[in-house]
């Protein structure tokens, strides 16, 4: 069953969820460009790794989920504590002292004879709108190297937390930015909760026209193949940030038309 929501659903902006949509999404982004600027370019799915620790990466409370790292070891059953034996006091148990490796997913276009970066798009992840944290800092360094190269930059933010560009800041719910290697202002596309989104035009190389990215077929499928509507408790309260009061209401009555059809079929 498809999603209750015409456009972006925020409930898959839960952050515990999202390197799962994020993965699905950036996989379906990649399956429908590759046929789109074949047999001239070709898609690839590339990589990022980086280490985040809690004492200085400001985006490490956004990966990492919020756990108890310490627990006190109880008595393995059946070895009771020998008469005369010397007392040892428990040790405290520490689950994890090496700082967690993250992968960072991304989509490269490359040209078909010369296997140049043509194009690269970035779907973002709460760390990477993160001021300061290692994500970001990655991500904008990436970015910086591409641009001089000489490579189109496409930025996809589906995600309503996090800091974004002082120009790009409190004018929607969603949105698309488009870096074109020859121009120095940027494109950009604004997507609100209560609309679907729409195609966004993907830059190759002349004499090739742009490409066009379809993200609401792309956030549709993704979201029929996972059967989010399965998993997904539509039930409980929209993930952070809280709605605007007109936006909850809106999406309580329609969360509430859903699950009304989904009993009834």
């Not at 504590?81 to 993250?102: F, K, M, R, S, W």
């Not at 800041?169 to 989104?197: H, I, K, M, Q, T």
């Amino acid at each position: 069953m498809s999603s209750p929501f015409p456009g972006m659903d925020p409930y898959l902006e839960d952050p515990i969820g999202w390197p799962d949509v994020h993965h699905r999404l950036i996989t379906t982004i990649g399956d429908h460009l590759a046929a789109a600027v074949a047999p001239h370019f070709y898609v690839r799915i590339e990589e990022r790794v980086y280490l985040t620790h809690p004492e200085d990466d400001p985006g490490y409370s956004v990966i990492v989920p919020d756990v108890i790292l310490t627990r006190r070891p109880t008595q393995l059953a059946g070895q009771p504590a020998l008469a005369g034996a010397t007392v040892i006091t428990p040790p405290v148990v520490i689950e994890d002292l090496l700082d967690p490796e993250i992968h960072d997913h991304f989509i490269e276009i490359r040209d078909g004879r010369s296997h140049e970066i043509v194009t690269a798009i970035e779907l973002l992840s709460p760390a990477n709108k993160v001021k300061g944290s290692r994500g970001r800092q990655t991500m904008e360094e990436k970015r910086r190297r591409l641009r001089e190269g000489g490579a189109h930059w496409v930025e996809i933010d589906l995600l309503r937390d996090g800091q974004r560009h002082a120009k790009l800041a409190g004018r929607s719910d969603y949105c698309v930015l488009l870096l074109r290697r020859d121009r120095s202002e940027g494109l950009a596309w604004f997507f609100n909760l209560r609309a679907p989104l729409l195609p966004v035009p993907v830059p190759l190389r002349p004499p090739h026209e742009d490409v066009s990215l379809d993200l609401q077929r792309v956030l549709s499928e993704t979201y029929d193949r996972a059967h989010y509507a399965d998993s997904i408790d539509y039930t409980r309260p929209v993930p952070p940030p809280p709605l605007k009061p007109d936006d909850a209401e809106w999406a309580r009555q329609t969360i509430a038309t859903w699950l009304a059809i989904r009993q009834a079929g």
